[in-house]
């Protein structure tokens, strides 16, 4: 069974950084989609950053220029680094694993961005 388990959030002020992590148990990592979701209060869970099991990748746009996405198959991790954090970009933040018939969350991770 496929568990995702996801650290690295926190409370950052703006301007600053943070790198998320997800490692993901079981054998199915490197030929899954691994992508960043992210749910602030009162709004709709959101895509934040996609990468495939090739490497290709998509963003959000508000995020754009200043978040990475990247794997490591080796260690089954999948990372979102972030870069000048807005207080906007305030969430919970949740690794998601994908393939054909299967979709895994995370249980989350706060990032909170404020002075």
């Known amino acids: 069974q496929v568990q995702l388990v996801e650290t690295g959030g926190g409370l950052v002020q703006p301007g600053g950084s943070l790198r998320l992590s997800c490692v993901a148990s079981?054998?199915?990592?490197?030929?899954?989609?691994m992508a960043w979701y992210r749910q602030a209060p009162g709004k709709q869970r959101e895509l934040v950053a996609r990468?495939?099991?090739?490497?290709?990748?998509d963003y959000l746009d508000a995020v754009k220029g200043r978040f990475t996405i990247s794997r490591d198959n080796a260690k089954n991790t999948v990372y979102l680094q972030m870069n000048s954090l807005k207080p906007e970009d305030t969430a919970v933040y949740y690794c998601n694993l994908r393939r054909v018939h299967f979709n895994k969350w995370g249980q989350g991770t706060p990032v909170t961005v404020s002075s």
């Open positions: 990468i495939l099991s090739f490497g290709s990748t």
């Open positions: 079981g054998s199915m990592f490197s030929s899954s989609t």
